[in-house]
Nanobody, 124 residues
Framework: QIQLQESGGGLVQAGESLRVSCEVS????????IGWFRQAPGKGREGVAC????????VYADSVEGRFTISRDYAKRTVDLQMNDLKPEDTGNYSC?????????????????WGRGTQVTVSS
């Protein structure tokens, strides 16, 4: 069965960088949309970035535009999220999800498979 495994979370200070990865197994990365989402305590799941199978028309949430970069590494079978200039409000459990190919959206309801997530904590 298809599996998603996140890694790379941790505790950093505001202004620092962190890179989280989503390893995808048992499905071709070139066939699906991968999205990164985050969930802070007491809040709903928030879309952060998504990348279509064509790697064109990548979408970012306004809150991370210009600071975060999503990319695919076909050799490692991962979709990575490079996060720069982190802020305390970026704190949350970051998880990746799979959606059917086409136009990517940051709506969690469109994603049908999820990893367990990795915790990112940004201190002020």
């Amino acid at each position: 069965q298809i599996q998603l495994q996140e890694s790379g979370g941790g505790l950093v200070q505001a202004g620092e960088s962190l890179r989280v990865s989503c390893e995808v197994s048992r499905i071709s990365l070139g066939r699906v949309i991968i999205g990164w989402f985050r969930q802070a305590p007491g809040k709903g799941r928030e879309g952060v970035a998504c990348i279509p199978e064509t790697n064109q028309n990548i979408v970012y949430a306004d809150s991370v535009e210009g600071r975060f970069t999503i990319s695919r590494d076909y050799a490692k079978r991962t979709v990575d999220l490079q996060m720069n200039d982190l802020k305390p409000e970026d704190t949350g459990n970051y998880s990746c999800g799979i959606a059917d190919g086409g136009v990517c959206h940051l709506e969690a309801r469109l994603y049908h498979l999820w990893g367990r997530g990795t915790q990112v904590t940004v201190s002020s």
